[in-house]
Every structure is written in structure tokens, then in C-alpha cells.
């Protein structure tokens, strides 16, 4: 976000931001694809506001897994909006910014972070403009101030975009790296880029693994809950909705994972206690450690098609972190829920007691 190529490399501006190995801060980039000194394809990126002697280049051959690529291309994302001093109503507790920091006197450097509290106060007005005076106390996510808190103005705030970034260029390249473990087949993209493909069946696995997490809103729709599994981290999952007979308010889903390392991943993401996965209306997901389970054989295959359709504010995700209001209100929710399972338990203990004493004849 703070570097700039010269005008004449490329005329169009930068539609992307990418965070950079080295010091874990978002940039807004400029992209070619080009030979490297082997002659082999590679990515250069080119750093906005800074010189050429600043450009990466990542070659197609560099990444040793699916996996790797698939974590480099998770460092890209649409450019993110400056918030705007009448935006600031908008901002409440969980909010996500890509955020300016500050280290010396001018090394200014983005990261993203989740607002905590919210300090309102009366707007001044300048020349007729209205200028926002609040602050926005945000807890870091990632580079060096990670898990500490600092308070913000708006003009230091960033709203995020998490969608897969339209960038020709970018895709041109994945698709490129990605041939050379997928046999040049490149209708894998999925496997990158849930956003723009559907979902392929997941064949030649001896095993997969899936788990079941409860109370979700029953507007949520597959491709949703898979675009934000992947958002958080990087997973390529197939997921299915199941909706129960009895009258309930919420549904439930099963998330099938290749492999039993990508299901621990999942598994300690959801059961991490700093923060609680949450509906807009504040739901919280509820997934137990012993809900997870291995199955024989190839992962079976749940075609799903993408939609342009706006889905319900209800159904969008978002993360409550561990020290907001948000986040009491959803652990208390899922004490309620984990009482409701243990009643539950009790109860089919019984039918199954009751059912065994009719059927063999020992009423």
C-alpha cells in the first residue's frame, strides 16, 4: 500500500495488494509474467512506490507442494478501500481493517487487525466537510505487533476486501504453476480459487476425513461456508448442509478434508479460544474435538454451483475475538448449545436402552 512503480512499467493502476515474505505487510503490487534466467515462467511483483530494485520474482518452479502454492497465492487480495470519515457508524466491535501502523517516526506499514472497542466522538467539521474524531482501539493479527493493542483514527483504517482478486496476470501465473503438479490440467483452479470455480470431486485418496459443526444459520449456503473456511486458512474443503426435521433455528454442516493433517488444521482453527466463528446475527459455530472422523475409500462428491445471488446478511461469517462483548455473547451461546448435545446424549441413551428392551422381548 505504500510502494509505487514508475508510471511507465504498467499505465493501469494496481487492483491487488499483496503481503510480502519479508516483513508480513500488506503492499499494493503490479504483476508481470516473464522468463526467469532459466528460461521458465515466473511472477514478478512490482511493489507500488518503490524502484525496480525492490521487485520479487517467484518463479513457477519454486514451489515444492500444491500446498506451498496454494499459501502464495492466499498473500494476494483485492486493494483495500480507505474507510471514509462518514463511514466510521459502521464500524463496531469485530470489524476487520487492513490498518496503518507506524514504527519510528515515519515507517508506516499495514497489517490487519480486529476492532475491540469503538470510542465515539463528535465530528468537526472543516471547510464544510465533516472530519471523524472517533477511535478504534484494534487488537493485530499478524507481522511484528501481532496480539498487541493500539488505538486508531479512520485515517489509518482500510476496509478489507477477502474476495479472490481479477487480476488476469495472477491467474495466468497459478495456472502456469499450478499444470506442473496437476498434469497441465488446468480446470483445477479450484483448488486455489474457490471464489471461481466449482467445486471437482477429490479422487484417488484412500482416505478423507470429515467432521460436523452445529448450529448454523439455515440460510448459510455451501459455497459460503467454503469460502470462508478457505479466507481463514487456506483449506480447499467440500462441504455439505444437512437441515433437521425437528423444529430447530439452525442447521448443520460436514466439512470432508483430504487428509488428517489438513483436518487437525481445521479442527484447531475452530477450537482455537481466541476467537469464536459467528454469523452477523451473532451465532456461534459449535464443533466438538471428538466430531471428527476418518472414512475408507474416495471423498465423495458434492457438485456445487456458483452463484452471483447477494446472500443474507445472516449468513455472511466473521470471527469474535476473545476480549469483545461479541465474543462473551457467542461462548455463552455455545454453553447453551453444549448443554442441549449432553441432554441430547442422554436422551438417545435411553430410547437406545428402551428400543433394545422391546425388540428382544424383555419389557
Same mark, same amino acid.
Given at each position: 500500500?505504500?510502494?509505487?512503480?514508475?508510471?511507465?512499467? /504498467? %499505465?493501469?493502476p494496481p487492483n491487488l495488494e499483496?503481503?510480502?515474505?519479508?516483513?508480513?505487510? #500488506? &503492499?499494493?503490487?503490479?504483476?508481470?509474467?516473464?522468463?526467469?534466467?532459466?528460461?521458465?515462467?515466473?511472477?514478478?511483483?512490482?511493489?507500488?512506490?518503490?524502484?525496480?530494485?525492490?521487485?520479487?520474482?517467484? %518463479?513457477?518452479?519454486?514451489?515444492?507442494?500444491?500446498?506451498?502454492?496454494?499459501?502464495?497465492?492466499?498473500?494476494?487480495?483485492?486493494?483495500?478501500?480507505?474507510?471514509?470519515?462518514?463511514?466510521?457508524?459502521? /464500524?463496531?466491535?469485530?470489524?476487520?481493517?487492513?490498518?496503518?501502523?507506524?514504527?519510528?517516526?515515519?515507517?508506516?506499514?499495514?497489517?490487519?487487525?480486529?476492532?475491540?472497542?469503538?470510542?465515539?466522538? +463528535?465530528?468537526?467539521?472543516?471547510?464544510?466537510?465533516?472530519?471523524?474524531?472517533?477511535?478504534?482501539?484494534?487488537? #493485530?493479527?499478524?507481522?511484528?505487533?501481532?496480539?498487541?493493542?493500539?488505538?486508531?483514527?479512520?485515517?489509518?483504517?482500510?476496509?478489507?476486501? +477477502?474476495?479472490?482478486?481479477?487480476?488476469?496476470?495472477?491467474?495466468?501465473?497459478?495456472?502456469?504453476?499450478?499444470?506442473?503438479?496437476?498434469?497441465?490440467?488446468?480446470?483445477? +483452479?479450484?483448488?486455489?480459487?474457490?471464489?471461481?470455480?466449482?467445486?471437482?470431486?477429490?479422487? @484417488?485418496?484412500?482416505?478423507?476425513?470429515?467432521?460436523?459443526?452445529?448450529?448454523?444459520?439455515?440460510?448459510?449456503? %455451501?459455497?459460503?461456508?467454503?469460502?470462508?473456511?478457505?479466507?481463514?486458512?487456506?483449506? !480447499?474443503?467440500?462441504?455439505?448442509? !444437512?437441515? !433437521? /426435521?425437528?423444529?430447530?433455528?439452525?442447521?448443520?454442516g460436514m466439512v470432508l478434508l483430504?487428509?488428517?493433517?489438513?483436518?487437525? +488444521?481445521?479442527?484447531?482453527?475452530?477450537?482455537?479460544? *481466541?476467537?469464536?466463528?459467528?454469523?452477523?446475527?451473532?451465532?456461534? #459455530?459449535?464443533?466438538?474435538?471428538?466430531?471428527?472422523?476418518?472414512?475408507? @475409500?474416495?471423498?465423495?462428491? &458434492?457438485?456445487?454451483?456458483?452463484?452471483?445471488? /447477494?446472500?443474507?446478511?445472516?449468513?455472511?461469517?466473521?470471527?469474535?475475538?476473545?476480549?469483545?462483548?461479541?465474543?462473551?455473547? *457467542?461462548?455463552?451461546?455455545?454453553?447453551?448449545?453444549?448443554?442441549f448435545h449432553n441432554h441430547l446424549?442422554?436422551?438417545?441413551?435411553?430410547?437406545?436402552?428402551?428400543?433394545?428392551?422391546?425388540?428382544?422381548?424383555?419389557?
Amino acid at each position: 500500500m505504500a510502494r509505487k512503480r514508475p508510471s511507465e512499467a /504498467v %499505465p493501469a493502476p494496481p487492483n491487488l495488494e499483496f503481503r510480502a515474505p519479508g516483513d508480513d505487510a #500488506w &503492499y499494493e503490487a503490479r504483476l508481470a509474467v516473464e522468463e526467469d534466467v532459466e528460461g521458465d515462467a515466473a511472477l514478478r511483483v512490482m511493489y507500488c512506490n518503490f524502484s525496480g530494485a525492490f521487485d520479487e520474482l517467484y %518463479p513457477a518452479d519454486r514451489f515444492a507442494s500444491p500446498r506451498e502454492l496454494e499459501e502464495f497465492a492466499g498473500r494476494f487480495r483485492p486493494t483495500s478501500a480507505q474507510l471514509q470519515d462518514e463511514e466510521c457508524g459502521m /464500524v463496531v466491535e469485530g470489524t476487520e481493517f487492513c490498518a496503518a501502523h507506524t514504527f519510528g517516526d515515519r515507517d508506516v506499514r499495514f497489517y490487519d487487525a480486529v476492532v475491540e472497542s469503538v470510542r465515539r466522538s +463528535k465530528h468537526r467539521s472543516v471547510n464544510g466537510e465533516a472530519i471523524c474524531n472517533c477511535t478504534f482501539v484494534v487488537l #493485530w493479527k499478524h507481522g511484528p505487533i501481532a496480539g498487541e493493542r493500539t488505538p486508531i483514527n479512520v485515517q489509518d483504517a482500510c476496509i478489507m476486501e +477477502k474476495k479472490w482478486p481479477q487480476n488476469p496476470t495472477l491467474d495466468h501465473f497459478l495456472d502456469i504453476a499450478r499444470s506442473r503438479f496437476n498434469g497441465n490440467d488446468k480446470t483445477s +483452479k479450484q483448488a486455489i480459487d474457490p471464489e471461481r470455480s466449482p467445486l471437482k470431486p477429490m479422487l @484417488g485418496e484412500n482416505n478423507y476425513h470429515a467432521f460436523w459443526i452445529d448450529n448454523l444459520e439455515k440460510d448459510l449456503s %455451501p459455497i459460503t461456508m467454503n469460502d470462508f473456511i478457505y479466507e481463514q486458512t487456506s483449506l !480447499s474443503s467440500q462441504i455439505e448442509i !444437512s437441515y !433437521s /426435521v425437528l423444529p430447530v433455528m439452525s442447521c448443520s454442516g460436514m466439512v470432508l478434508l483430504r487428509t488428517e493433517k489438513e483436518a487437525k +488444521k481445521l479442527l484447531d482453527f475452530l477450537l482455537d479460544p *481466541a476467537h469464536i466463528v459467528v454469523s452477523s446475527r451473532g451465532r456461534p #459455530w459449535f464443533v466438538r474435538d471428538d466430531w471428527c472422523q476418518k472414512f475408507e @475409500g474416495a471423498m465423495p462428491r &458434492y457438485e456445487v454451483k456458483r452463484s452471483n445471488r /447477494v446472500q443474507q446478511d445472516s449468513s455472511k461469517l466473521k470471527l469474535a475475538y476473545k476480549g469483545t462483548k461479541e465474543y462473551e455473547r *457467542a461462548k455463552e451461546l455455545q454453553g447453551l448449545r453444549h448443554e442441549f448435545h449432553n441432554h441430547l446424549e442422554c436422551i438417545y441413551r435411553r430410547l437406545e436402552s428402551e428400543e433394545r428392551k422391546l425388540l428382544t422381548g424383555r419389557g
